[in-house]
């Protein structure tokens, strides 16, 4: 799966954006997708998840009342709202494909990474 994520920017705390990711190159349908952000000199850690069909979505409790995950799969595109931002909600967002038996959370358990979208926010 090719993934692209967009949407990213500047934005002064208390702001919101919204990213976008798209997929092409299978069915997009049935997949598990989720959000992940890395910041400088940091792991990338989990932020949202959503499973196939929207019934089940997935928040780091840094994020959750804030971001809301959400797809449209006639699109082939996974959205995050975010809401609410912080400066520490600054990162390169990714959105990934779950191919593993990890837990949603884990980083090992998506694969197919896109490029990335960088969210700024400043104080």
């Known amino acids: 799966v090719q993934l692209q994520a967009s949407g990213g920017g500047l934005v002064q705390a208390g702001g919101s954006l919204r990213l976008s990711c798209t997929a092409s190159g299978r069915p997009f349908s049935n997949l598990f997708m989720g959000w992940f952000r890395q910041a400088p000199d940091t792991e990338r850690e989990f932020v949202a998840a959503i499973n196939w069909n929207s019934l089940s979505s997935y928040y780091a409790d840094s994020v959750k009342g804030r971001f809301t995950i959400s797809r449209d799969n006639a699109k082939n595109t996974v959205y995050l709202d975010m809401n609410g931002l912080k400066p520490f909600d600054t990162a390169v967002y990714f959105c990934?494909?779950?191919?593993?038996?990890?837990?949603?959370?884990?980083?090992?358990?998506?694969?197919?990474w896109g490029q990335g979208t960088q969210v700024t926010v400043s104080s």
């Open positions: 990934g494909v779950r191919t593993g038996g990890a837990p949603y959370y884990q980083l090992s358990a998506y694969s197919d």
